[in-house]
């Protein structure tokens, strides 16, 4: 009786387990509705691209690599591949989606609401009160121009 009891756990432990991790997988990166809607409001042209491309080789390079397909050196020590921004799929976010990304995070990727300075207003819903966001989200599109070129 004791074996069929143990034996029960055990299943259980284990169902129990299989199924949180497939939950875990099945996790999208689920961007408030107050965000979906934002656009950009840093037009991008060469300074704001110049600025944006400061501000992802500071913060961003390491993980997204040169190409922004998540090809940097530290990319090899997470268990997932960080986030390719050349693809149509990624492209097609919208900027409000991308801020809030950028600066919630998710799993791996660390939020930068408090690594980015003067821009925690950012979460409240906007882009905030500088261009800084504004300039990263410009510069990230430009790896989706970029691989449309080719």
């Known amino acids: 009786?004791?074996?069929?009891?143990?034996?029960?756990?055990?299943v259980a432990l284990?169902?129990?387990?299989?199924?949180?991790?497939?939950?875990?997988?099945?996790d999208p990166w689920k961007v408030p509705e107050k965000?979906?809607?934002l656009k950009n409001p840093?037009?991008?042209?060469?300074?704001?691209?110049?600025?944006g491309k400061e501000l992802?080789?500071?913060f961003c390079h390491s993980c997204h690599?040169?190409?922004g397909k998540g090809s940097g050196k530290r990319a090899l020590k997470f268990d997932n591949t960080p986030t390719d921004f050349t693809t149509a799929a990624f492209q097609q976010q919208t900027d409000?989606?991308?801020?809030?990304k950028i600066y919630s995070g998710h799993k791996e990727m660390p939020g930068f609401k408090k690594r980015i300075p003067g821009n925690q207003d950012a979460m409240e819903g906007s882009f905030g009160k500088t261009r800084i966001p504004g300039d990263i989200v410009n510069?990230?599109?430009?790896?989706?121009?970029?691989?449309?070129?080719?």
Do not use: N, P
């Open 139 to 150: 510069y990230v599109r430009t790896f989706g121009k970029k691989h449309s070129q080719h």
């Open 1 to 10: 009786m004791k074996r069929s009891f143990l034996l029960l756990g055990v």
């Open 65 to 67: 690599g040169t190409d």
């Open 56 to 58: 992802y080789d500071y």
């Open 14 to 26: 284990i169902t129990t387990t299989l199924l949180f991790m497939i939950v875990q997988q099945e």
């Open 96 to 100: 409000g989606a991308l801020l809030y």
């Open 42 to 51: 840093v037009v991008a042209d060469e300074s704001s691209i110049a600025s």
């Open 35 to 37: 965000y979906e809607k």
